[in-house]
Protein backbone atom coordinates (compact mmCIF):
# COMPACT_ATOMS: atom_id res chain seq x y z
CA UNK A 1 0.00 0.00 0.00
CA UNK A 2 3.10 2.32 0.87
CA UNK A 3 4.54 1.63 -2.58
CA UNK A 4 1.41 2.66 -4.12
CA UNK A 5 1.26 5.92 -2.48
CA UNK A 6 4.65 6.71 -3.07
CA UNK A 7 4.33 5.69 -6.73
CA UNK A 8 1.55 7.99 -7.37
CA UNK A 9 3.14 10.66 -5.45
CA UNK A 10 6.21 10.57 -7.68
CA UNK A 11 3.34 10.27 -10.93
CA UNK A 12 1.85 13.79 -9.84
CA UNK A 13 5.29 15.25 -9.48
CA UNK A 14 6.51 13.84 -12.90
CA UNK A 15 3.05 15.32 -14.55
CA UNK A 16 3.24 18.59 -12.75
CA UNK A 17 7.12 19.08 -13.61
CA UNK A 18 5.88 18.36 -16.99
CA UNK A 19 3.64 20.61 -17.01
CA UNK A 20 5.33 23.54 -15.87
CA UNK A 21 8.07 22.91 -18.49
CA UNK A 22 5.54 22.84 -21.44
CA UNK A 23 3.70 26.13 -20.21
CA UNK A 24 7.47 27.65 -19.94
CA UNK A 25 8.70 25.97 -23.93
CA UNK A 26 5.05 27.46 -25.15
CA UNK A 27 6.14 30.89 -23.77
CA UNK A 28 9.59 30.68 -25.46
CA UNK A 29 8.35 29.70 -28.37
CA UNK A 30 5.80 32.70 -28.40
CA UNK A 31 8.38 35.00 -27.53
CA UNK A 32 10.51 33.15 -30.92
CA UNK A 33 8.13 33.51 -33.44
CA UNK A 34 7.49 37.35 -32.03
CA UNK A 35 10.43 38.04 -33.39
CA UNK A 36 13.02 36.58 -30.99
CA UNK A 37 13.10 40.60 -29.44
CA UNK A 38 14.95 39.00 -26.14
CA UNK A 39 17.82 38.08 -28.50
CA UNK A 40 21.74 38.62 -26.99
CA UNK A 41 23.72 40.44 -29.03
CA UNK A 42 24.07 42.85 -32.31
CA UNK A 43 21.84 42.73 -34.87
CA UNK A 44 21.48 45.21 -38.32
CA UNK A 45 17.66 44.73 -37.73
CA UNK A 46 17.61 46.36 -34.66
CA UNK A 47 19.23 49.69 -35.83
CA UNK A 48 16.05 52.39 -35.61
CA UNK A 49 17.74 53.50 -39.02
CA UNK A 50 16.95 50.31 -40.19
CA UNK A 51 14.01 50.22 -38.86
CA UNK A 52 13.01 53.41 -40.77
CA UNK A 53 13.96 52.11 -44.07
CA UNK A 54 12.05 48.96 -44.02
CA UNK A 55 8.99 50.34 -45.43
CA UNK A 56 10.59 51.96 -48.55
CA UNK A 57 13.07 48.87 -49.36
CA UNK A 58 13.42 47.98 -53.11
CA UNK A 59 11.66 44.80 -54.01
CA UNK A 60 15.13 42.70 -54.68
CA UNK A 61 16.90 43.92 -51.31
CA UNK A 62 17.50 41.85 -48.86
CA UNK A 63 14.95 42.02 -45.99
CA UNK A 64 15.76 44.84 -43.75
CA UNK A 65 17.75 47.05 -46.53
CA UNK A 66 16.35 49.87 -48.40
CA UNK A 67 18.38 51.30 -51.77
CA UNK A 68 20.10 54.56 -51.04
CA UNK A 69 17.97 56.90 -52.78
CA UNK A 70 14.59 55.90 -51.04
CA UNK A 71 13.16 58.40 -49.00
CA UNK A 72 11.98 58.10 -45.14
CA UNK A 73 8.94 56.87 -44.40
CA UNK A 74 7.62 55.36 -41.32
CA UNK A 75 8.04 51.88 -39.72
CA UNK A 76 5.92 49.36 -40.91
CA UNK A 77 6.49 47.13 -38.10
CA UNK A 78 4.66 49.40 -35.74
CA UNK A 79 7.38 50.66 -33.59
CA UNK A 80 7.63 53.92 -32.77
CA UNK A 81 10.46 56.16 -34.47
CA UNK A 82 12.92 57.15 -31.83
CA UNK A 83 13.38 60.80 -30.18
CA UNK A 84 16.51 61.17 -32.28
CA UNK A 85 15.29 60.24 -35.73
CA UNK A 86 15.32 63.79 -37.11
CA UNK A 87 15.10 64.43 -40.86
CA UNK A 88 18.66 65.01 -40.53
CA UNK A 89 19.63 61.99 -39.81
CA UNK A 90 17.16 59.51 -41.27
CA UNK A 91 17.82 57.52 -43.75
CA UNK A 92 21.19 56.05 -43.17
CA UNK A 93 22.50 55.21 -46.83
CA UNK A 94 22.38 51.61 -47.54
CA UNK A 95 24.26 50.94 -51.01
CA UNK A 96 24.24 47.59 -52.18
CA UNK A 97 27.76 46.03 -53.72
CA UNK A 98 27.48 45.73 -57.00
CA UNK A 99 29.68 46.19 -60.57
CA UNK A 100 28.42 49.17 -60.87
CA UNK A 101 29.42 50.34 -57.54
CA UNK A 102 32.92 48.65 -58.12
CA UNK A 103 33.18 50.99 -61.04
CA UNK A 104 32.43 54.02 -59.15
CA UNK A 105 35.41 53.31 -56.51
CA UNK A 106 37.93 52.51 -59.21
CA UNK A 107 36.65 56.25 -61.18
CA UNK A 108 37.34 57.81 -57.43
CA UNK A 109 40.30 56.19 -57.34
CA UNK A 110 41.94 57.18 -60.57
CA UNK A 111 40.46 60.36 -59.99
CA UNK A 112 42.51 60.98 -56.61
CA UNK A 113 45.74 59.89 -58.67
CA UNK A 114 45.23 62.09 -60.99
CA UNK A 115 44.95 65.29 -58.53
CA UNK A 116 48.57 64.24 -58.01
CA UNK A 117 49.28 65.54 -61.17
CA UNK A 118 50.44 68.99 -59.60
CA UNK A 119 52.66 67.33 -58.06
CA UNK A 120 54.78 66.24 -61.39
CA UNK A 121 58.26 67.56 -61.88
CA UNK A 122 58.29 71.10 -63.04
CA UNK A 123 61.54 72.31 -65.47
CA UNK A 124 64.51 72.02 -63.11
CA UNK A 125 64.57 75.20 -61.42
CA UNK A 126 68.41 76.26 -59.49
CA UNK A 127 68.91 76.45 -55.87
CA UNK A 128 68.22 79.52 -54.07
CA UNK A 129 70.86 80.28 -51.47
CA UNK A 130 68.99 80.74 -47.79
CA UNK A 131 70.70 81.78 -44.31
CA UNK A 132 72.76 78.59 -42.80
CA UNK A 133 74.21 77.88 -45.81
CA UNK A 134 77.76 77.39 -46.14
CA UNK A 135 79.83 78.85 -49.14
CA UNK A 136 83.28 77.68 -50.37
CA UNK A 137 84.69 81.08 -52.20
CA UNK A 138 88.09 80.98 -54.24
CA UNK A 139 89.68 83.97 -55.51
CA UNK A 140 92.33 82.82 -57.92
CA UNK A 141 95.95 84.10 -57.62
CA UNK A 142 94.69 85.64 -54.14
CA UNK A 143 95.83 82.92 -52.15
CA UNK A 144 95.72 85.08 -48.71
CA UNK A 145 91.78 85.33 -49.02
CA UNK A 146 91.59 81.29 -48.93
CA UNK A 147 93.20 81.40 -45.70
CA UNK A 148 90.36 84.27 -44.45
CA UNK A 149 88.07 81.61 -44.77
CA UNK A 150 86.35 80.23 -41.74
CA UNK A 151 87.34 76.85 -40.93
CA UNK A 152 90.02 76.33 -43.23
CA UNK A 153 91.64 73.12 -42.07
CA UNK A 154 95.30 73.61 -41.47
CA UNK A 155 95.07 69.83 -40.62
CA UNK A 156 93.34 66.60 -42.29
CA UNK A 157 89.71 67.34 -41.59
CA UNK A 158 87.80 64.87 -38.92
CA UNK A 159 84.44 63.89 -39.48
CA UNK A 160 83.05 65.87 -36.40
CA UNK A 161 84.80 69.15 -37.80
CA UNK A 162 82.30 72.10 -39.35
CA UNK A 163 82.62 72.17 -43.09
CA UNK A 164 85.10 74.99 -44.15
CA UNK A 165 83.56 78.14 -45.94
CA UNK A 166 81.89 80.98 -45.13
CA UNK A 167 78.14 80.80 -43.24
CA UNK A 168 74.99 82.99 -44.11
CA UNK A 169 73.94 84.80 -41.24
CA UNK A 170 70.22 84.84 -40.10
CA UNK A 171 69.36 87.65 -42.27
CA UNK A 172 70.73 86.33 -45.48
CA UNK A 173 73.92 87.60 -45.43
CA UNK A 174 77.75 86.87 -46.50
CA UNK A 175 80.13 88.87 -45.08
CA UNK A 176 83.81 88.30 -47.45
CA UNK A 177 87.14 90.01 -46.63
CA UNK A 178 87.00 93.59 -48.84
CA UNK A 179 83.75 93.12 -50.06
CA UNK A 180 81.73 93.48 -47.27
CA UNK A 181 78.66 92.11 -46.13
CA UNK A 182 76.61 91.22 -49.38
CA UNK A 183 72.73 90.16 -49.58
CA UNK A 184 72.85 86.52 -51.24
CA UNK A 185 69.59 85.26 -49.62
CA UNK A 186 67.27 83.89 -52.65
CA UNK A 187 70.18 84.37 -55.65
CA UNK A 188 71.66 81.23 -57.06
CA UNK A 189 75.24 79.98 -56.95
CA UNK A 190 75.96 81.66 -59.84
CA UNK A 191 74.07 85.28 -59.18
CA UNK A 192 76.06 85.08 -55.72
CA UNK A 193 79.40 84.56 -57.28
CA UNK A 194 78.70 87.58 -59.91
CA UNK A 195 77.38 89.79 -56.81
CA UNK A 196 80.97 88.69 -55.13
CA UNK A 197 82.95 89.37 -58.26
CA UNK A 198 81.21 92.51 -59.03
CA UNK A 199 82.27 93.58 -55.02
CA UNK A 200 86.03 92.85 -55.46
CA UNK A 201 86.30 94.61 -58.77
CA UNK A 202 86.77 97.69 -56.50
CA UNK A 203 89.51 96.39 -54.85
CA UNK A 204 91.43 93.88 -57.56
CA UNK A 205 91.80 94.21 -61.55
CA UNK A 206 89.72 91.95 -62.85
CA UNK A 207 89.20 89.45 -60.12
CA UNK A 208 88.68 85.62 -61.10
CA UNK A 209 85.97 83.91 -58.40
CA UNK A 210 84.33 80.27 -57.82
CA UNK A 211 81.79 80.31 -55.62
CA UNK A 212 79.67 77.27 -54.86
CA UNK A 213 77.57 75.92 -51.94
CA UNK A 214 79.57 73.88 -49.60
CA UNK A 215 76.99 72.60 -47.23
CA UNK A 216 72.81 72.53 -47.86
CA UNK A 217 71.53 73.52 -44.69
CA UNK A 218 68.85 76.18 -45.38
CA UNK A 219 66.26 74.01 -47.05
CA UNK A 220 64.75 70.93 -45.67
CA UNK A 221 62.25 67.82 -46.41
CA UNK A 222 61.39 66.39 -43.18
CA UNK A 223 60.37 62.55 -43.48
CA UNK A 224 58.40 60.83 -40.36
CA UNK A 225 56.64 57.62 -39.84
CA UNK A 226 57.52 54.28 -41.02
CA UNK A 227 60.59 54.65 -42.85
CA UNK A 228 64.32 53.28 -41.05
CA UNK A 229 65.80 56.65 -40.97
CA UNK A 230 63.17 59.43 -40.13
CA UNK A 231 64.20 62.41 -39.70
CA UNK A 232 65.33 65.60 -42.18
CA UNK A 233 66.80 65.39 -45.50
CA UNK A 234 68.72 68.48 -46.39
CA UNK A 235 67.31 69.73 -50.22
CA UNK A 236 70.42 70.71 -52.55
CA UNK A 237 70.83 71.76 -56.03
CA UNK A 238 69.22 68.26 -57.55
CA UNK A 239 65.53 68.73 -57.28
CA UNK A 240 64.26 65.96 -54.44
CA UNK A 241 61.78 63.66 -55.36
CA UNK A 242 59.52 61.77 -53.83
CA UNK A 243 61.81 58.89 -54.34
CA UNK A 244 64.84 60.16 -53.24
CA UNK A 245 63.43 61.38 -49.97
CA UNK A 246 62.43 57.54 -49.85
CA UNK A 247 65.76 56.33 -50.38
CA UNK A 248 67.57 58.29 -48.28
CA UNK A 249 65.22 57.84 -45.30
CA UNK A 250 66.39 54.36 -46.20
CA UNK A 251 62.66 53.40 -47.11
CA UNK A 252 59.69 51.71 -46.11
CA UNK A 253 59.71 49.19 -42.41
CA UNK A 254 57.99 46.14 -43.06
CA UNK A 255 55.20 48.12 -41.08
CA UNK A 256 54.81 50.33 -43.37
CA UNK A 257 50.71 51.12 -45.41
CA UNK A 258 52.87 51.59 -48.59
CA UNK A 259 49.30 53.33 -50.06
CA UNK A 260 49.57 56.13 -47.27
CA UNK A 261 51.93 58.23 -47.69
CA UNK A 262 50.82 61.90 -46.88
CA UNK A 263 52.29 65.05 -48.73
CA UNK A 264 51.57 68.17 -46.54
CA UNK A 265 52.95 71.21 -47.87
CA UNK A 266 51.49 74.40 -47.05
CA UNK A 267 49.62 73.09 -44.03
CA UNK A 268 47.28 71.52 -47.19
CA UNK A 269 47.75 67.19 -46.36
CA UNK A 270 47.82 65.51 -49.69
CA UNK A 271 47.47 61.29 -49.80
CA UNK A 272 50.05 59.70 -52.14
CA UNK A 273 49.42 56.28 -53.07
CA UNK A 274 52.65 54.94 -53.87
CA UNK A 275 52.10 51.21 -54.18
CA UNK A 276 49.28 52.09 -56.65
CA UNK A 277 51.64 54.58 -58.71
CA UNK A 278 54.11 51.61 -59.22
CA UNK A 279 50.98 49.44 -59.89
CA UNK A 280 50.04 51.65 -62.93
CA UNK A 281 53.52 52.28 -63.86
CA UNK A 282 53.98 55.75 -62.62
CA UNK A 283 56.96 56.48 -61.21
CA UNK A 284 56.99 58.52 -57.42
CA UNK A 285 60.33 60.46 -58.69
CA UNK A 286 57.73 62.32 -60.82
CA UNK A 287 56.38 64.19 -57.44
CA UNK A 288 58.81 66.32 -56.30
CA UNK A 289 58.84 68.44 -53.24
CA UNK A 290 59.75 71.58 -51.92
CA UNK A 291 61.71 72.66 -49.17
CA UNK A 292 59.41 72.74 -45.67
CA UNK A 293 57.40 69.76 -46.86
CA UNK A 294 56.31 67.12 -44.60
CA UNK A 295 56.05 63.19 -45.15
CA UNK A 296 54.06 61.23 -42.95
CA UNK A 297 54.23 57.45 -43.85
CA UNK A 298 51.47 55.51 -41.85
CA UNK A 299 51.70 52.21 -40.19
CA UNK A 300 49.46 49.46 -41.31
CA UNK A 301 48.13 49.11 -37.61
CA UNK A 302 46.65 52.70 -37.97
CA UNK A 303 44.55 51.71 -40.85
CA UNK A 304 42.65 48.22 -39.41
CA UNK A 305 39.39 47.04 -40.20
CA UNK A 306 37.20 45.21 -37.64
CA UNK A 307 35.65 41.89 -38.32
CA UNK A 308 32.58 40.91 -36.22
CA UNK A 309 29.15 39.39 -35.80
CA UNK A 310 29.40 35.43 -37.01
CA UNK A 311 32.37 34.96 -37.88
CA UNK A 312 35.04 32.39 -36.95
CA UNK A 313 37.73 34.82 -35.30
CA UNK A 314 36.36 38.32 -34.86
CA UNK A 315 39.70 40.14 -35.00
CA UNK A 316 41.20 43.77 -36.72
CA UNK A 317 42.12 42.91 -39.87
CA UNK A 318 44.85 44.98 -41.45
CA UNK A 319 45.89 45.90 -44.95
CA UNK A 320 48.67 44.14 -46.94
CA UNK A 321 52.17 46.04 -47.27
CA UNK A 322 50.94 47.58 -50.15
CA UNK A 323 47.69 48.55 -48.74
CA UNK A 324 45.07 47.14 -50.07
CA UNK A 325 42.59 45.00 -48.13
CA UNK A 326 39.22 44.04 -49.47
CA UNK A 327 35.99 42.49 -48.04
CA UNK A 328 36.99 39.31 -49.07
CA UNK A 329 40.61 39.81 -47.47
CA UNK A 330 39.29 40.82 -44.02
CA UNK A 331 36.62 38.03 -44.39
CA UNK A 332 39.52 35.50 -45.18
CA UNK A 333 41.75 36.69 -41.81
CA UNK A 334 38.50 36.49 -39.55
CA UNK A 335 38.52 32.74 -40.79
CA UNK A 336 35.68 33.23 -42.83
CA UNK A 337 31.67 33.36 -42.09
CA UNK A 338 30.57 30.86 -39.44
CA UNK A 339 28.47 27.92 -41.82
CA UNK A 340 26.04 27.31 -39.19
CA UNK A 341 25.32 30.60 -37.60
CA UNK A 342 25.46 33.37 -40.02
CA UNK A 343 23.07 34.90 -42.28
CA UNK A 344 25.28 34.92 -45.84
CA UNK A 345 22.40 37.46 -47.27
CA UNK A 346 23.14 40.06 -44.31
CA UNK A 347 26.60 40.88 -45.01
CA UNK A 348 27.48 44.72 -44.19
CA UNK A 349 30.24 46.88 -44.36
CA UNK A 350 29.94 49.99 -42.08
CA UNK A 351 31.97 53.31 -42.82
CA UNK A 352 31.85 56.87 -41.38
CA UNK A 353 32.57 60.22 -42.06
CA UNK A 354 33.73 63.09 -40.65
CA UNK A 355 30.06 64.78 -39.80
CA UNK A 356 29.62 61.47 -38.20
CA UNK A 357 26.82 60.18 -40.74
CA UNK A 358 27.72 56.34 -41.59
CA UNK A 359 27.07 54.66 -44.94
CA UNK A 360 26.22 51.36 -44.92
CA UNK A 361 27.00 49.49 -47.45
CA UNK A 362 25.46 45.60 -47.70
CA UNK A 363 26.37 42.19 -50.04
CA UNK A 364 24.09 39.23 -50.41
CA UNK A 365 26.29 36.84 -49.83
CA UNK A 366 24.71 33.32 -50.40
CA UNK A 367 25.72 32.94 -54.02
CA UNK A 368 29.99 32.11 -54.26
CA UNK A 369 29.67 34.32 -57.17
CA UNK A 370 29.26 37.54 -54.91
CA UNK A 371 32.53 36.84 -53.46
CA UNK A 372 34.00 38.23 -56.76
CA UNK A 373 32.51 41.46 -55.43
CA UNK A 374 33.83 40.88 -52.34
CA UNK A 375 37.55 40.53 -54.02
CA UNK A 376 37.36 44.07 -55.61
CA UNK A 377 35.30 46.04 -52.79
CA UNK A 378 37.65 48.13 -50.75
CA UNK A 379 37.71 48.78 -47.69
CA UNK A 380 38.79 51.86 -45.81
CA UNK A 381 40.31 52.71 -42.25
CA UNK A 382 38.41 52.22 -39.72
CA UNK A 383 35.64 49.89 -41.29
CA UNK A 384 33.32 47.70 -39.22
CA UNK A 385 32.25 44.24 -41.47
CA UNK A 386 29.50 42.80 -39.65
CA UNK A 387 27.94 39.25 -40.53
CA UNK A 388 24.87 39.05 -39.14
CA UNK A 389 23.04 36.00 -37.51
CA UNK A 390 20.21 33.89 -39.06
CA UNK A 391 16.75 33.79 -37.07
CA UNK A 392 17.47 29.72 -35.49
CA UNK A 393 20.82 31.54 -33.81
CA UNK A 394 18.50 33.85 -32.36
CA UNK A 395 16.43 31.60 -31.13
CA UNK A 396 18.78 29.72 -29.52
CA UNK A 397 20.24 32.25 -27.97
CA UNK A 398 16.69 32.76 -26.36
CA UNK A 399 16.56 29.24 -25.01
CA UNK A 400 19.90 29.16 -23.79
CA UNK A 401 19.07 32.37 -21.48
CA UNK A 402 15.71 31.01 -20.37
CA UNK A 403 16.26 27.26 -20.24
CA UNK A 404 18.38 27.59 -17.02
CA UNK A 405 15.42 29.46 -15.02
CA UNK A 406 12.64 26.98 -16.48
CA UNK A 407 14.80 24.41 -14.76
CA UNK A 408 15.56 26.49 -11.79
CA UNK A 409 11.42 27.25 -11.54
CA UNK A 410 10.68 23.15 -12.23
CA UNK A 411 13.28 21.94 -9.58
CA UNK A 412 11.22 24.79 -7.09
CA UNK A 413 8.33 23.21 -8.19
CA UNK A 414 9.40 19.62 -7.52
CA UNK A 415 10.98 20.18 -3.85
CA UNK A 416 7.39 22.05 -2.97
CA UNK A 417 5.82 18.84 -3.79
Given at each position: ?????????????????????????ATLAGLALSGCALAPGMRMGDHPFV?????????????????????????????????????????????????????????????????????????????????????????????????????????????????????????????????????????????????????????????????RVASYRSQQVYIDGEVHAPGAQAVN??????ADALARAGGFTPAADQSDVTLVRDG??????????????????????????????????????????????????????????????????????????????????????????????????????????????????????????????????????????????????????
Amino acid sequence: MKTSNVSTAAGARRRAVHAIRTASLATLAGLALSGCALAPGMRMGDHPFVRELRATRAPDAAPGIARADAPAHPADDGAPAPADASPARLPVPIVQIDPQLIQRQRAEKAAATAALSALDAPAASRYRIGPGDVLQITVWDHPELAAAQPGSPQTPPRAADPVAGFVVDDRGNLTFPYAGKLKVAGLSAADAQARVTQALARVYRDPQVTLRVASYRSQQVYIDGEVHAPGAQAVNDVPMTLADALARAGGFTPAADQSDVTLVRDGVPMRIDVAKMIREHRNPADIVLRAGDLLKIAARDDNGVYVMGEVNRPLRALPKRNGRLTLGDALLQAGSINSNTADAAQMFVIRGDARGTPTVFHLDARSPVAMVLANEFELEPNDTVYVDGNGLVRFSRVLALLLPSVNTGAAAALATK
